[in-house]
């Protein structure tokens, strides 16, 4: 990358998305950013929520720098946000590694178990896996002119605080902010996962040919009423951190697998 | 779903995959899965291999019936792994509830830490988010021929003690066997997923028009010498079996992170 936007001595910081380049939230994320570091933005040409940790192995790619954001290299990816993660880290910064990965601000919560169906937080793990410190924004407001202002001080505190502190390696961390109301947010909780699912349900229709189709809708039903957890602290106006890990073992299930009758 | 293929007292096992309907790994499984219990499938109309746990948003979904496995009820669904979970349980059997979910036989491993770039195992992982007990399997040989003779009875082992002795509940398993050689398969051992990464690289390339585009390549890197690794079961010619989980939270950093200064 060239080092036009800043000087060197700033942190590094890559920015990525999950709803596109062109979404309000990553903009109000690279404005943030770039008080605090030099920023280098990789993101997806088109929106990809939902994609989960998808990458693109059937296709090719393609990746065009774009004049996007005041100051800022930019590049739109038609890959997913885990391919932008991959694309920024081997081909755009080569040899140079970034200090922090962030994704967002999504437009959207992705909370609990969500967090495996986010494109936002994939561009996280991703940045995890690949050895980066990495964090997930979302904002509980899936709106496209979604109201930011209030959690820009909170995301430029996390961020500052995760590079001066570090993420444990091997961890990305998914913040999920409360949407505005009245009631300025009361602070920042690091929490688990809720274990939380959604009740799926299937909106059949016809399409003018007479053949049907569906749409996927859910709720989402919270029966886990642990108060150390990130639907706990978001439906309290707290701010959630839950730091993720890419080891899905489940290692408390080894010793019941191993009582299995198979050799 | 009509109960023409069997008689009711057999388990109701449901059969889907990411290589897609039409993919000879997924005829060996129903195949096997015949023979313990009765079988629906519903799998992805085209190929969905990288989909990770993707899930369809922005857009409507397809599903078909089609005469595909002999004396079987079979859907194809245009959405992904998860996409096919959620219709199978939700559409398709509605009030009845499988006893297994199973997916697969993928073409090439999904082992370490490429369970989470899995549609194989996303459909597994889906199950298991949805109370349901799921096996994702998966052949160590990424060839559309793959030979997979040599692992029928170990699939059939497999699936039959899950029916019997139950999988804990929030644990999907991810199964990798080796491909086939002289030597027969030494038997199964549960693992944990090995530490290990893709290092990856890209392909640059010109198009006809002159505009460059990428192919995503890499290598894979395990540098996790431990033997109770899925990575060092198939290097050994065992069959490797990871319980997986869907709560990603790292316990293990949260007290790092309550550390910070972020109040």
Sequence with gaps: MTKSNDTPEKP??????????TAPGIGFLVEVMKEIGRVIVVAPNSPQSGMGHAIT??????LDKVDMFDGVEAYECSGTPADCIK?????????????LVVSGINHGANTSVSVLYSGTMSAAIEAAIEGLPAIGFSLCDFKHDADFSHIIPLVKKIASEALTSGIPQGVALNV????????PIKGIRVCRQANAHWQENFDQREDPYGRKYFWLVGDFVNEDKGEDTDEWALSQNYASIVPCQFDLTAHHALSKLNEWNLN
Tied chains: 1, 2.
């Design 12 to 21: 590094l910081i890559l920015v990525s998305n999950d709803d596109g380049i």
């Design 87 to 99: 694309l920024a880290k081997h081909y755009v910064l080569k040899d140079e590694k970034p200090d």
């Design 57 to 62: 192995v059937g296709n090719s790619l393609r």
């Design 176 to 183: 999920n902010f409360p949407a505005i109301s009245e009631q």
